[in-house]
């Protein structure tokens, strides 16, 4: 075994001990590991227009976990053989910085599987809701770069997302805020870190229309019991509703800051 | 009101004609952005931005920003010099910062500063790889320096130099001690150790253009 297997054994096994010591998510009083409570959110900042080369862009802060979206488009396809004849084709890549990994060093290509599967699931969100109908024959590109992981990838990748397009100017439906909650021994916690993600909780992504109700996106990995299924929906919904006011005002203000700049007076 | 036909508004004619724009501006001594000839835009630093790395620092040069992260690693030392650690500078120049580059593995560009940002690291002997050595021959320090460029408007170069070298300067390790009886290295905790640089490189583009 070579030295940087043993190093990595000595980490994982820290890692373990420490889980270990510390598996109660929720402590008697109901606070979690980082002092919020079951049914609270992570602080959430998020800035749009933060890119110059992109026609839309955004910076989103969840916690810990650091994301970047750049939209380009609509614009001419890449490959004639992604030409839609009536709509615009949507494409989006995500990529995970090589630091980003709390643990060691990882160089997730781009073709990873995880990777993909997350891409894949933020396109299938965006489709209904992107007008796509008044772009025929073009591509969106949505680009997501993770800076820092800590846990909820897709609600940070799809808010982040929806903040860059919006700051795009290209047409929606709505917006679309997404929310992960988890159940771990009867409490239901809201806005799982990664501590709790790899603690075997049950999590659910939820990515929701704020104003229709409607839900576009329900994803979990894990096993679930179905009656417990309903109230950690309903409680992602209103993680949803929440980020969805704070994605809303950071997107008037913008558009007040906008005004106020390109105003003669 | 007749218009000259041959007038165009000064976007149009940036686009159509972009040497002839930028000759016009340098001609009168400046350039479009209205900064001087040797003017350098304004530059930002913000160290320790990432706190899952071992190093890290985000540097913007006008709209280029570039945001570097270090990881340090354990490995066997290099068969020729078993006293010294090594860095692994690489630059990811993706299709998010830029229009002008395609998806898919490392292109020209980003390799070429890759490996100039290596030749740097080892000619101006920024750093003594001996400090970065737990055991001799057996394990040493790694550290994956690794830039990320998030917004592309040109002098990258100067960008990632900037970015690597601040990011190294508030490398923090843990205390690393080799352990003869289980051939294990044992880390700390806590991350205590910090890099002395013994050289700090900087870096200045000059373009010509036009003579």
């Known amino acids: 075994m070579s030295i940087a297997d043993t190093y990595r054994i000595i980490t994982v096994l820290l890692t373990l001990i420490s889980l270990m010591s510390r598996q109660e998510l929720i402590g008697p009083q109901g606070l979690r590991q980082d002092g919020r409570r079951a049914n609270e959110l992570r602080k959430i900042k998020c800035k749009p227009s933060v890119l110059s080369q992109a026609d839309g862009s955004a910076y989103i802060e969840q916690g810990n976990t650091k994301c970047l979206a750049a939209v380009y488009g609509p614009r001419e396809t890449r490959q004639k053989a992604q030409v839609i004849h009536n709509k615009a084709n949507i494409n989006v890549e995500i990529s995970l910085a090589p630091f980003s990994m709390p643990q060691e060093r990882k160089k997730r290509s781009k073709s990873d599987r995880r990777l993909l599967e997350i891409a894949s699931a933020v396109k299938q969100t965006f489709e209904p809701i992107i007008m796509t109908s008044l772009f025929a024959r073009s591509q969106i590109d949505i680009y997501l770069q993770i800076l820092q992981f800590d846990g909820g990838t897709i609600q940070i990748c799809i808010n982040a997302a929806t903040l860059a397009l919006i700051d795009a100017g290209i047409p929606m439906q709505e917006y679309v805020c997404a929310c992960s909650a988890g159940c771990h021994e009867n409490h239901i916690l809201l806005d799982l870190n990664n501590t709790e993600e790899m603690a075997d909780t049950p999590e659910l992504t939820v990515a929701l229309l704020p104003k229709s109700g409607k839900f576009t996106l329900l994803q979990m990995d894990s096993r679930l019991h179905v009656d417990k299924l309903e109230p950690v929906m309903n409680l992602a919904a209103l993680g949803c509703k929440e980020i969805y006011e704070t994605l809303d005002e950071t997107v008037r203000e913008n558009v007040k800051d906008l005004f106020q700049k390109s105003s003669p007076y | ?211």
């Open chain 2, 1 to 211: 009101m007749v218009k000259n036909s041959l007038a165009f508004e000064a976007e149009t004619f940036r686009k159509i004609q972009p040497q002839e724009y930028l000759l016009r501006f340098i001609q009168g001594n400046i350039r479009p952005d209205g900064r001087s000839l040797s003017q350098f835009r304004p530059t930002t630093v913000n160290q320790s931005c990432i706190t899952t790395t071992n190093g890290s620092s985000m540097v913007r040069i006008g709209n280029t920003t570039v945001v570097c992260g270090i990881k340090a690693e354990v490995a066997t030392p290099k068969f020729n010099s078993p006293l010294e650690g090594y860095l692994v500078p690489n630059i990811d120049l993706s299709p998010i910062c830029s229009p002008k580059f395609k998806p898919g593995p490392p292109g020209e560009l980003a390799q070429v500063i890759s490996e100039n940002l290596n030749n740097l690291l080892k000619s101006a002997s920024v750093l003594d790889l001996t400090s970065l050595c737990i055991k001799e021959g057996v394990a040493v320090w790694v550290l994956y320096i690794d830039l990320v460029c998030v917004n592309y408007d040109g002098n990258i170069y100067d960008a990632s130099v900037i970015g690597m070298i601040t990011a190294l300067a508030n490398v923090k390790l843990p205390e690393a001690t080799f352990e003869e009886a289980s051939g294990l290295v044992k880390a700390t905790e806590e991350l205590s150790v910090t890099l002395k640089l013994q050289r700090i490189p900087y870096s200045v583009t000059i373009a010509l253009f036009d003579g």
